[in-house]
């Protein structure tokens, strides 16, 4: 198993910056990718932006040049900075984990974090 914990959610104003944090724990060695998905009430939960282990990245169209994923693969960390926030963007942030196992990849969740962007 893998544990995720996310960290840095909070009150941003429209045109800002943040950043969110997630550390995983657990059997981390069997980790493939990692990166953050977003869901608002009433939708499906989206892809932000993922990071394999050898650094490929995967960002969705609707952040593209505003987010930007990266890992410290020494901590177990996967990291989310956030530029020119918009309300939109608006959602509880999930940390996501990818673990190769005997019966296949399984997808690991942290509990999410909330990011609001308000003035």
């Known amino acids: 198993q893998v544990q995720l914990v996310e960290s840095g959610g909070g009150l941003v104003q429209p045109g800002g910056s943040h950043r969110l944090s997630c550390a995983a724990s657990g059997r981390t060695y069997s980790i493939t990718a990692m990166g953050w998905y977003r869901q608002t009430p009433g939708k499906q939960r989206e892809l932000v932006a993922t990071m394999t282990n050898d650094g490929n990245t995967n960002t969705a169209d609707s952040v593209a040049g505003r987010f930007t994923v990266s890992r410290d693969n020494a901590k177990n960390a996967v990291y989310l900075q956030m530029n020119s926030l918009k309300p939109d963007d608006t959602a509880v942030y999930y940390c996501?984990?990818?673990?190769?196992?005997?019966?296949?990849?399984?997808?690991?969740w942290g509990k999410g974090t909330l990011v609001t962007v308000s003035a």
């Open positions: 996501n984990a990818v673990g190769s196992t005997l019966r296949g990849y399984m997808d690991y």
